[in-house]
């Protein structure tokens, strides 16, 4: 079965700086998304990457997918308050398609004024 | 924006009871799913559902639980006899099912399952 690492476990960081989130995976990835979850609340869906070497951003938010399909990062610029919470990586469970999603652990991020 | 709604928000129940927790999933889309968070651990796959029957499930999704379309917006997860074990917080999820190799999945807020 598929399993997904995420590093670091969790972040603390000044207000307005920047940080970096990782997700590598056991096998090669079909799909790979990005959600967020405030502590207690329901996951709020930020990107999904397919492609080797994709790119996608959202606002301050950028996720990139590696050449290989088996590592995603999650870069946030400038953070602020509004970042704060949980990051969690998925990724279809067989081989895609309406899949259930694995998920990783989480990295909880914490933004200092 | 359209969204997946969940009710209750917090179920409090004694060890040995059945529960129903609901879900209305964004009206047009096809594919369901629960999901289920211990405290302080991953977001669990439970199972999907597709066509009014059950498409995918987890080793976690044993004969105490059932899930059901009842109608035409509701979608259900029933837990026949809780355990201990079985507090955790359930999300439901729902997806378009028209991407070929990835879908989408948009999440309600959750239940908080309490079994005392």
């Known amino acids: 079965s598929q399993e997904l690492e995420q590093s670091p476990q969790s972040l603390i960081v000044q207000e307005g700086k920047n940080l970096t989130i990782n997700c590598t995976s056991s096998k090669t990835l079909y799909g790979l998304y990005w959600y967020k979850q405030k502590y207690g609340e329901g996951l709020i869906f930020l990107m999904m990457?397919?492609?080797?070497?994709e790119e996608k951003s959202h606002e301050k938010i950028t996720a990139k997918l590696d050449e290989k399909k088996q590592q995603s990062s999650l870069h946030i610029t400038a953070s602020q308050p509004s970042h704060a919470g949980i990051y969690l990586c998925g990724a279809p469970r067989a081989g895609g398609g309406a899949d259930g999603l694995t998920f990783g652990k989480g990295t909880h991020l914490i933004i200092q004024p | 924006e359209p969204e997946v709604t969940q009710t209750p928000s917090h179920q409090v129940t004694q060890m040995g009871q059945e529960v129903i927790l609901r879900c209305v999933p964004i009206?047009?889309?096809?594919?369901f799913y629960w999901y289920r968070q211990i405290l302080g651990q991953k977001v669990e796959f439970l199972v999907s559902?597709?066509?009014?029957?059950?498409?995918?499930k987890s080793e976690i999704f044993d004969d105490q639980f059932s899930v059901e379309r009842p109608d035409g917006s509701n979608f259900t997860l029933k837990i026949r006899s809780t355990k201990l074990e079985d507090s955790a917080m359930y999300f439901c999820?729902?997806?378009?099912?028209?991407?070929?190799?990835?879908?989408?999945?948009?999440f309600g807020p959750g239940t908080r399952l309490t079994v005392l």
């Open positions: 559902f597709y066509n009014n029957e059950i498409s995918e």
């Open positions: 990457l397919q492609k080797g070497g």
């Open positions: 999820a729902s997806s378009d099912g028209t991407a070929a190799i990835t879908d989408t999945q948009y």
């Open positions: 009206s047009n889309h096809l594919y």
